[in-house]
């Protein structure tokens, strides 16, 4: 299933993990058919510059609740990389109709799409928040591999929608494929760093920002699993050529507390102001989550230091670390603190 002129669909193509994946499989000499909810510059432009896209990349306008409009970009694809998540521009008042419906809708109406191109195989991001958040019947201090499922019910009960979002979501595309026959493998990333190729600011990127200008808002001293972006786009890429990748894939090597992420911080970046202590909440760290199953079928990573680097020297460049102590606070992520 290697590239050399092999035509693959990537979902949701203009965002931060999704570029990535456009840009590795470009230059593998891929055919790419992306899919966006919407064609201006500010969202496309920067895939249309990348190397190789003149001729080997067309993009399609598909909402992913939208079947006609995602099997058109299906058509005559080998593979599916299914990046995008349906997210809501509004406050939930209706987390069932308005997240968690159309979440499972577009996970099946791609996966329809691929059934009906013939495709060979489909890699679907899911995310770390579906194997790590109070799992069932899996026993304390053990480290949490594929077969950790996050606790959908007690997700629910603290209203924390976007992981029982991807519960759910990755649930529905594994079942699909063993009821269907098609191919499907998914992949659970962690917090995913790097640099960035989309002009606006994605919501881990934020985290990172947040922690070296500071800010008023408390953070949970939360065991957090880092990864960076461009070996998460090489993990999905050896997901789709690797035969043997079968089920569930977590992808988050690199296992830091809050605290010891912004002493790292603090050592790399002395001249940033960064989070105070005591806006770090204390809380217990339960057994880390494992990337044995991606390693062993050739996954490597970069080290945690190098991706930190590579991700502020993008912020500065693009002048999301401007203004520090500024008088226009900086915020952590609402979503992230629900995780």
Request: hydrophobic share 40%; proline share 6%.
């Amino acid at each position: 299933m290697a590239g050399g002129g092999a035509t693959v669909c990537v979902t949701g193509a203009g965002g931060f993990i999704a570029s990535w994946v456009v840009k590795l499989l470009l230059s593998r000499g891929y055919t790419v058919h992306g899919t966006v909810r919407h064609l201006s510059d500010e969202k496309t432009g920067h895939l249309k510059r990348l190397e190789n896209a003149a001729g080997n990349l067309r993009i399609f306008k598909a909402d992913l609740l939208d079947y006609d409009a995602m099997a058109a970009a299906v058509v005559g694809c080998q593979g599916v990389f299914h990046v995008a998540t349906p997210v809501p521009s509004e406050d939930l008042t209706d987390p069932e109709l308005q997240m968690l419906g159309p979440a499972v809708t577009g996970t099946t109406n791609v996966l329809k799409a691929a059934s009906s191109a013939n495709v060979q195989r489909v890699v679907v991001v899911s995310s770390m928040v579906a194997v790590e958040i109070s799992p069932k019947d899996w026993p304390e201090g053990k480290v949490r591999d594929e077969r950790c499922w996050s606790d959908r019910e007690f997700c629910r009960s603290i209203e924390s929608w976007y992981p029982v979002a991807k519960i759910i979501s990755e649930e529905a595309a594994l079942a699909y494929g063993q009821q269907t026959g098609l191919d499907v493998v998914t992949i659970n990333p962690g917090l995913v760093f790097g640099p960035m190729l989309q002009p606006t600011v994605n919501t881990t990127i934020q985290f990172l920002i947040y922690f070296l200008k500071g800010g008023p808002d408390p953070v949970k001293n939360k065991l957090w699993h880092i990864v960076d972006v461009r070996d998460v786009a090489d993990a999905m890429l050896l997901l789709y050529e690797v035969p043997e990748a079968t089920g569930r894939h977590i992808c988050a090597p690199h296992v830091i507390s809050a605290r010891d992420l912004l002493d790292l911080l603090k050592s790399m970046y002395p001249d940033y102001p960064c989070i105070a202590n005591e806006s770090i909440l204390d809380r217990d760290h339960p057994a880390p989550m494992t990337s044995d199953k991606l390693k062993k079928i050739g996954w490597s990573c970069r080290p945690l230091e190098e991706t930190i680097v590579d991700t502020v020297e993008c912020c500065l460049r693009a002048g999301f670390l401007d203004h520090v102590g500024g008088e226009t606070s900086c915020r952590f992520p609402p979503l992230l603190n629900q995780i």
